[in-house]
């Protein structure tokens, strides 16, 4: 019984959780892609950097079926240039600039989205914080 107890607090020790010193947002919000109108989602992830330094944070775009990650080096700056793809297609990229305002919870996208045909995203969407 011991021991299972011991499993249970060391398995209890090793999930996951969030940082205090992080944040996860989802943002959404209307567009024009390929001329058309259409909806556009953005999950945010803010957090520590690897070596414990800096500040990353991690995009993903989602339109439709596509799926784009990237992250960008936040530790001086909310808004930066960001390469994001899809890890099954290779024509699935988004290339431009991506900004976070925290105090309007808001992220902003100017750039060109290529899904095998090009288009320009030029959009600002509403976020909601789901964790920090």
Same mark, same amino acid.
């Given at each position: 019984?011991?021991?299972?107890?011991?499993?249970? %607090?060391? /398995?209890?020790?090793?999930?996951?959780?969030?940082?205090? #010193?992080?944040?996860?947002?989802?943002?959404?919000?209307?567009?024009?892609?390929? #001329?058309?109108?259409?909806?556009?989602?953005?999950?945010?992830?803010?957090?520590?950097?690897?070596?414990?330094?800096?500040?990353?944070?991690?995009?993903? /775009? %989602?339109?439709?079926?596509?799926? /784009?990650?990237?992250?960008?080096?936040?530790? #001086?700056?909310?808004?930066?240039?960001?390469?994001?793809?899809?890890?099954?297609?290779?024509?699935?990229?988004?290339?431009?600039? %991506?900004?976070?305002?925290? #105090?309007?919870?808001?992220?902003?996208?100017?750039?060109?989205?290529?899904?095998?045909?090009?288009?320009?995203?030029?959009?600002?969407?509403?976020?909601?914080?789901?964790?920090?």
């Amino acid at each position: 019984m011991k021991k299972l107890i011991a499993a249970l %607090i060391v /398995l209890g020790s090793t999930t996951p959780a969030f940082a205090k #010193d992080s944040t996860w947002k989802l943002c959404t919000g209307d567009a024009t892609v390929f #001329d058309d109108p259409a909806k556009l989602a953005v999950n945010v992830y803010e957090h520590r950097n690897a070596t414990g330094d800096g500040r990353d944070t991690e995009f993903t /775009l %989602i339109f439709g079926g596509w799926v /784009l990650r990237g992250t960008l080096d936040t530790s #001086d700056s909310d808004t930066g240039t960001v390469h994001l793809q899809d890890s099954k297609y290779t024509e699935g990229v988004y290339d431009g600039t %991506i900004g976070v305002n925290y #105090d309007k919870d808001t992220v902003t996208l100017k750039g060109v989205l290529d899904l095998g045909e090009k288009t320009n995203i030029n959009a600002t969407l509403k976020c909601k914080t789901l964790g920090n």
